[in-house]
């Protein structure tokens, strides 16, 4: 039994958020928002808060044990790029990308 949390179009590049998945990765859930919590990136902000969003869904929607729950999956997917642009030397044209993420969460219950 597995629970899940999504945070989609969150802007922040992908590539920003994954450094920071590597480290909650199959740990502890409780033992993850510390680390989350104690981690000065803004990727960590949003993570904490799609982690604990799953441990709640986890606790009050398929009535699984707090204690027990640990981080099972992290995904982070690109969303969709917004694409703005600015002038640049001689009458051209600089593009400037402004990325999203999709942000996935999942907490499953550890095994006796």
Request: glycine share 4%.
């Amino acid at each position: 039994m597995e629970a899940r949390a999504e945070h989609k179009f969150a802007r922040i590049s992908p590539r920003k958020v994954k450094i920071v998945c590597d480290l909650i990765r199959d740990k502890d859930a409780e033992l993850a928002k510390g680390i989350l919590r104690h981690t000065p990136n803004h990727g960590a902000e949003l993570l904490y808060k799609v982690l604990c969003s799953a441990c709640a869904n986890a606790e009050n929607n398929h009535e699984m044990d707090p204690s027990k729950l640990y981080v099972s999956q992290v995904l982070v997917t690109p969303g969709p790029t917004m694409k703005r642009g600015r002038a640049s030397a001689r009458g051209r044209y600089s593009p400037i990308l402004k990325r999203t993420s999709h942000i996935t969460v999942v907490v499953a219950e550890k095994e006796a």
